[in-house]
């Protein structure tokens, strides 16, 4: 199979996963591509946002576009690390302890208002993202695949929750926020509710059609200049002003698995500048730790990527050798 025919079912399958995305949610395209990067990175997703914004929604309208077993958890204070990754029960017709799985076991798990729970509870799912797999009195368990976690949190409502602390944060490949609607979206919004009727999602990709994906994105081309940039806008967050601890190796790692993701879902087999720069201030922004003095002045992580973005030149397209043969290009990102 031909790198062009690679890049054009990425392009396909992005089409038809968000037309029928687009039957339940509105206005919400960007927010499905960049789920479609993780799940194609097998990776996971920090949303942070305000309620009501279609959260909730939107990720059961993901599992059920692609056909996978979607469970949602409520974070909770005195939520414990076996109500999400089992228990073992005795059971006492066989004098044995079988295991009861949680609510983990699934294939996109929406870890609702994730800092509300303890740290405790929070570090049970480290195993289960970084690994994809949990252990339990002693023996592991895998997790089914594909296996996203699409956790949120509040970025308003702070009392009574836990902060996430930098090795869980640096879990999760990118973070994004939904936000508000715009006026003509809302109103379509509105209507659509106001009909009482729910447009049904229908699965249009199989997991086996979906790790084949995820197997493909691995060939997307990366020019050494384009690969260049990328380790240069990772290393200009470590001692950044403002900036305490900067991204790390495993975040150079993040930035080079999504931007060939975005690629091939955007119909090309290779890598554009552009495609670094739209996902650098999604997968760099929250692993970077501030100073005191900077979250005083009220300075973001968002704000200083967007500093570095400035700052770091950028390679020239033209003449640069973005594909590894020149039969090798898909159609255009900007056509």
Same mark, same amino acid.
């Given at each position: 199979?031909?790198?062009?025919?690679?890049?054009?079912?990425?392009?396909?399958?992005?089409?038809?996963? &968000?037309?029928?995305?687009?039957?339940?949610?509105? *206005?919400?395209?960007?927010?499905? =591509?960049?789920?479609?990067?993780?799940?194609?990175?097998?990776?996971?997703?920090? @949303? #942070?946002?305000?309620?009501?914004? *279609?959260?909730?929604?939107?990720?059961?309208?993901?599992?059920?576009?692609?056909?996978?077993?979607?469970?949602? @958890?409520?974070?909770?204070?005195?939520?414990?690390?076996?109500?999400?990754?089992?228990?073992?029960?005795?059971?006492?017709?066989?004098?044995? !302890?079988? !295991?009861?799985?949680?609510?983990? !076991?699934?294939?996109? @798990?929406? $870890?609702? %208002?994730?800092?509300?729970?303890?740290?405790?509870?929070?570090?049970?799912?480290? #195993?289960?993202?970084? /690994?994809?797999?949990?252990? +339990?009195?002693?023996?592991?368990?895998?997790?089914?695949?594909?296996?996203?976690?699409? $956790?949120?949190?509040?970025?308003? =409502?702070? /009392?009574?929750? !836990?902060?996430?602390? =930098?090795?869980?944060?640096?879990?999760?490949?990118?973070?994004?926020?939904?936000?508000?609607?715009?006026? %003509?979206?809302?109103?379509?919004?509105?209507?659509?509710?106001?009909? *009482?009727?729910?447009?049904?999602?229908?699965?249009?990709?199989?997991? /086996? %059609?979906?790790?084949?994906?995820?197997?493909?994105?691995?060939?997307?081309?990366?020019?050494?200049?384009?690969?260049?940039?990328?380790? =240069?806008?990772?290393?200009?967050?470590?001692?950044?002003?403002? +900036?305490? &601890?900067?991204?790390?190796?495993?975040?150079?790692?993040?930035?080079?698995?999504?931007?060939?993701?975005?690629?091939?879902?955007?119909?090309?087999?290779?890598?554009?500048?552009?495609?670094?720069?739209?996902?650098?201030?999604?997968?760099?922004?929250?692993?970077?730790?501030?100073?005191? /003095?900077?979250?005083?002045?009220?300075?973001?992580?968002? &704000? @200083?990527?967007?500093?570095?973005?400035?700052?770091?030149?950028?390679?020239?397209?033209?003449?640069?050798? &973005?594909?590894?043969?020149?039969?090798?290009?898909?159609?255009?990102?900007?056509?």
């Amino acid at each position: 199979m031909s790198s062009e025919v690679d890049a054009s079912a990425g392009a396909a399958a992005v089409s038809r996963v &968000l037309e029928q995305i687009g039957r339940r949610i509105v *206005g919400q395209s960007a927010a499905v =591509e960049l789920l479609l990067v993780a799940l194609l990175c097998e990776a996971h997703v920090l @949303i #942070e946002d305000v309620p009501g914004t *279609g959260k909730t929604a939107l990720a059961k309208a993901l599992a059920q576009s692609l056909q996978l077993s979607f469970r949602r @958890i409520q974070f909770t204070p005195d939520l414990l690390p076996s109500d999400i990754i089992g228990s073992s029960i005795f059971d006492q017709r066989t004098s044995s !302890f079988e !295991f009861r799985p949680g609510p983990l !076991f699934g294939q996109i @798990i929406l $870890a609702d %208002e994730i800092n509300r729970a303890t740290p405790r509870t929070q570090s049970a799912l480290l #195993e289960a993202m970084e /690994e994809q797999q949990i252990s +339990v009195d002693g023996a592991t368990r895998p997790l089914p695949r594909p296996f996203l976690v699409i $956790a949120t949190q509040n970025p308003v =409502e702070l /009392e009574g929750t !836990f902060a996430l602390p =930098e090795a869980q944060l640096d879990r999760f490949l990118l973070q994004l926020s939904l936000g508000y609607p715009d006026l %003509e979206t809302e109103r379509a919004i509105v209507l659509r509710n106001q009909a *009482g009727v729910s447009a049904a999602v229908s699965g249009v990709l199989t997991p /086996e %059609e979906l790790a084949s994906l995820q197997r493909a994105v691995g060939a997307v081309h990366v020019a050494e200049p384009v690969h260049t940039y990328l380790l =240069e806008l990772v290393r200009a967050t470590r001692g950044w002003p403002g +900036v305490q &601890l900067g991204a790390s190796p495993r975040a150079s790692i993040a930035l080079f698995r999504s931007v060939q993701a975005l690629a091939w879902l955007r119909g090309r087999a290779y890598v554009l500048p552009d495609d670094v720069k739209t996902l650098a201030p999604t997968v760099l922004a929250h692993r970077l730790v501030l100073t005191h /003095e900077a979250r005083a002045k009220a300075v973001s992580a968002q &704000l @200083i990527m967007k500093h570095i973005l400035d700052r770091v030149a950028v390679p020239v397209e033209d003449g640069l050798a &973005l594909t590894p043969s020149a039969h090798a290009r898909g159609p255009s990102a900007h056509a």
